[in-house]
């Protein structure tokens, strides 16, 4: 092997190393004892089971993350759903009806993914206390619906642009409505941007906190991202076994999520997702 | 193109039967009202509360008119904020464009088994930024943190990563590099793997260096997508205040204190929602501005980019 090559090897293995290393520290961290984490630095790898399930039943039961996880399931996969229901038919029309002024409409959607959060977090919270929705997963579902509808449009209109017209005028020619060959036509071939269209959109909620931090009082109904803001928040010292622990679970679900969305990743970026 | 003139020729008399106008607000209808109600209605709310005093605390504000944007004109706090996410999106995108697109140039060498490492690099920023935020704490902590060991390891002094005014912005943004370098990365790649690469050779073929190829020749093709990722990370650095939430808190001395997180915490921390409103509008016209004349440059269209 050439030298060249071989130094192009190391900085692979150097950048892997960059990449994973803060998460596999995170996760050796979960395991010690409080006293522990101070005492051996660095830390040995010599894990007590015992130790492991005590944080995490500590975590997930007593701090009540996995109850957390479900919560944040519900919100996201409702929202997500409702935003796709509601997006899909938005975006055919965006690609296929041209009328005057559904350009700047549609840059005016993807407009609203720029709004720093506090803008629309706090009206959010006094609408939704107005209609005395706070404490609730629809106090939640209903403003994240709003979040991830501009970001579900945007990739799909790119998706159907994709579809030549000729299938839609095809069907037409056949007798079936717009509406119908949407439907009955279109939706079957754009399936996998649906698909990627919804996981953008629930990771964008997924992460979401600030708008869970005003309308959730209630520690039963605490999202994933709220509860471990609320856990580690920088403001105090905290326990870092737990804190470690608290950081293991919020990433494994989206570890597991990352493996579905690796082939859609480049699609979702490039029409301008994520957070 | 006779052809599809032809073929657009019935759809158009069947279009007229099927009232093409009530069917697009058929399809775009709900979707409309939905933003008009959640995203348009609560920004103009929130531009009516930057007009109040209302807190968490009186419940009911008075209109003061531009109050609030005078008070924040003079309010020392938020000049030190716009200065502090002025240097934070300038370094930060600066940073995560040029190791971007370096690593774009590199993952196009196409080395063996650099799939697996794409794939982790995927994941810091599909993480919760509060996370990342608190995982770093971890790793820079100067007692037991394993960066410091490692850099005291090697017979370095490991500095004050989160300790002091200035050194706390510079890890805020080398944190926020690791987070999002891959972003840049992935969009600056999928283009470099879209592009054609008989002009590269024929560069080649006329004799120039790698060097000059890139810049005459690379570099200009990678541009609308450079500018692209250069946009959404700008927009998003200066708006996301999570990952400082669970890095720094704003701090040491509000060394770390950003826009966003100035308006986080006088919304929430102090509950000062009038003034919170100000701030976030404040922000808002910078984004508005500082794209509008971004996308003078470029123009966003969904898979541009690729």
Redesign the interface.
Known sequence: MKPARVI??L??IA??I??????L??AI?STKKRIE??AQ??PTLNFSWAQITKNYSEVLFSQGMLSFTLNSIIVVGLSTLIALV??T??A???SR?K?AGSDR?A?T????R???????????F??VKAIGLTNSYAGLI??Y??FS??LV???L??FF??VPQ?I??AA??DGA???QT?WRVILPIVRPGMVTAALFGA?FT??E??VA??VIDSRALQT??LG??TL????RP?D?NI??T??VV??VP??I??LF??RY??RG????A?? | MSAVSAARQPVAVIEGRDRPALTAWLLLGPCVLYLVAFSIYPLFYSLRLSFTDLTAATGTGNFVGLANYYTLLTDPLFWNAAMNSAIMVTAAVALQVVLGVALALFFDLDLKGAWIVRGILLLPMLITPIVVGVMWRALLNPDWGMVDWTISAIGLTPPDWLGSVGMAMVTLILVDTWQWTPFVFIIVFARLQGLPREIFEAAEVDGAGPIVKFRRVVLPMLMPAIVFAAVFRAVDAFRSFDLIYGLSYGGPARGTTTLAFFSFQNGFQFQNYGYAAAVAYSMLIIIAVGTTILLRYVQLRPGQAR
Do not use: C, H
């Open positions: 192009a090897y900085g692979l950048l892997g960059i990449g994973a290393a803060p998460f520290y995170l961290l984490i101070v630095v660095p509601i997006g038919p938005a055919y029309a965006f009806l009328f409409m840059s959607i993807l407009s609203m720029f709004m720093p959060p506090i803008a629309v977090a706090i009206p959010l006094l609408t209903l403003p619906v709003s509808l501009p449009v945007w990739i209109i790119g642009d994709e000729e839609d005028e037409m020619i409505t717009r509406i949407l990771l997924w992460n906190f600030l931090l005003y994933i991202s471990a803001a580690v928040s920088a403001q905290i870092w804190a470690a608290v950081g919020t990433v989206i570890l999520f990352s969305i690796q990743i480049v970026l490039t029409a301008g994520v957070k």
